[in-house]
């Protein structure tokens, strides 16, 4: 008697033990990928952290010692911006997503502040360039600013549920 032999991968299905085995795998993959991500990405605010107490030190030991060696606004806002960098971090570990209002803010905030406080730094052009996308992102963000709040939420709480679930 001759055994007819089925191939699995001519009719296209595979045996149940075997989705099972690839379903693990992709779960123990996924779960690796994020606890990679989450090393990196609190590595990154650690560093920021570490950044933004050297700063903030520098901007002190300026202002005792030398205060005219330092922009104490220019400091205070770049400060400010590493703030709302910290900010999506934090949300991003939190959801598994990048809130789009921390977002848009650092957006605005970022090319302002070169804008206003190092323009000898910049081309015309880009200050110009710079100019607009702050302008651009600014009325967006003040025109939907009540739905891209609701988005968050929903998004933060929605996300926070399937994040700790898988």
């Known amino acids: 008697m001759q ?21 693990r795998l992709n779960h123990i993959l996924i779960a690796c990928v994020r606890a990679f991500i989450h090393v990196l990405i609190f590595g990154v ?7 933004m107490a050297t700063e903030v030190r520098d901007i002190l030991e300026a202002s ?31 959801t598994g997503r990048i809130a789009i209002r921390y977002l848009i803010e650092i957006v605005i905030i970022a090319p302002a502040i070169e804008i206003v ?3 000898e730094k ?21 025109l939907l600013y009540d739905r891209i709040i609701a988005v968050d939420r929903n998004s933060h709480a929605e996300s926070k549920e399937q994040y700790k679930m898988a």
């Open 3 to 23: 055994a007819i032999h089925t191939n699995h991968h001519a009719q296209g299905t595979l045996p149940t033990e075997r989705k099972g085995a690839i379903a």
């Open 45 to 51: 605010i650690i560093a920021l952290l570490i950044f």
């Open 64 to 94: 005792v010692f030398d205060p005219q060696a330092r922009n104490f606004l220019h400091d205070t806002a770049f400060v400010l911006v590493f703030i709302k960098a910290l900010k999506i971090l934090i949300s991003y570990l939190e």
């Open 117 to 119: 406080f190092a323009p």
């Open 122 to 142: 910049l081309s015309t052009p880009l200050l110009v360039i710079f100019a607009l996308f702050s302008i651009v992102h600014l009325v967006i963000y003040l």
